[in-house]
């Protein structure tokens, strides 16, 4: 079982958001600490060995635990309380279970809400990410007729959100929390690969960028992969290419969302 602390709670939420490729499949309990005489450890134990094998990922915090784990019968709420009344915590623990379909990760990002720092940017980004059930593209180019063409092939597969002003990214990407973005390269304002690389450090490492510019030096390829972009596409925009490099990103949903 691979545990997280509130020290990597934004690697924790990264694993939930990556988990809505296939949410139907996944189910989490929350477990609250409601007596003192409690083992935090012993409790700890008890989730290792009944979600052995159930590809199960926590979250420990001071009083609660959060267990993301497949949804198998065998991990019915019943025997989990079952359970705990034979371990001698029934009563002293609270437990919940919620699929992750439908409200279940909006009833999971209220109860961790709590432990997140949210005026650090990763964690702010890595929570709005997590929370939101559809997928969210944001498009930078200074060029209206790409964003326009952009726009129209990738508007049935989530939600875009498009911008032509470089010095509006950060506040959007904050705001959005983004799945994908696309950044244009060689902007008339700002260079993308600069934008990159300063998106990359301070709000959000684990972003997922593809780059979009009609060159293809080689030397300008290597620097964008340096500073950690996702892929490339070049210009013109090929309708199969933007979707091939859409599906990349680990944390969208193929299909149309509600």
């Not at 705990?84 to 437990?95: E, F, I, W, Y």
């Not at 209206?144 to 950060?170: C, D, H, R, S, W």
Request: charged letters at 25%.
């Amino acid at each position: 079982m691979i545990k997280y602390t509130k020290d990597n709670i934004i690697d924790f939420m990264h694993m939930v958001a990556e988990k809505k490729k296939s949410k139907d499949k996944w189910q989490y309990f929350h477990f609250v600490i409601e007596d003192a005489a409690v083992n935090k450890d012993e409790l700890i134990q008890f989730i290792e060995f009944h979600f052995n094998n159930m590809s199960a990922e926590t979250l420990i915090t001071d009083q609660e635990i959060f267990t993301f784990a497949l949804n198998k019968d065998s991990l019915a709420l019943s025997k989990v309380e079952t359970a705990l009344s034979q371990n001698d915590m029934n009563g002293k623990v609270r437990v919940t279970n919620r699929s992750a379909q439908g409200s279940g990760l909006e009833n999971l990002a209220l109860a961790i809400e709590k432990h997140v720092d949210m005026s650090d940017f990763p964690a702010a980004v890595a929570f709005r990410r997590m929370r939101r059930p559809t997928n969210l593209v944001v498009i930078l180019d200074d060029d209206m007729i790409v964003l326009k063409q952009m726009e129209k092939i990738l508007a049935p597969l989530g939600n875009v959100i498009t911008l032509q002003q470089p010095e509006k990214l950060f506040e959007t990407y904050l705001q959005y929390a983004p799945d994908l973005l696309f950044l244009d390269i060689h902007l008339q304002t700002s260079q993308g690969n600069k934008l990159l690389k300063s998106l990359k450090q301070r709000v959000d490492p684990k972003a997922h960028v593809i780059m979009i510019s009609s060159d293809t030096n080689s030397d300008m390829i290597m620097d964008i992969k340096k500073h950690g972009a996702n892929g490339f596409i070049v210009k013109p925009i090929e309708k199969m290419r933007v979707y091939k490099s859409f599906m990349t990103s680990p944390t969208v949903r193929s299909g149309q969302q509600a």
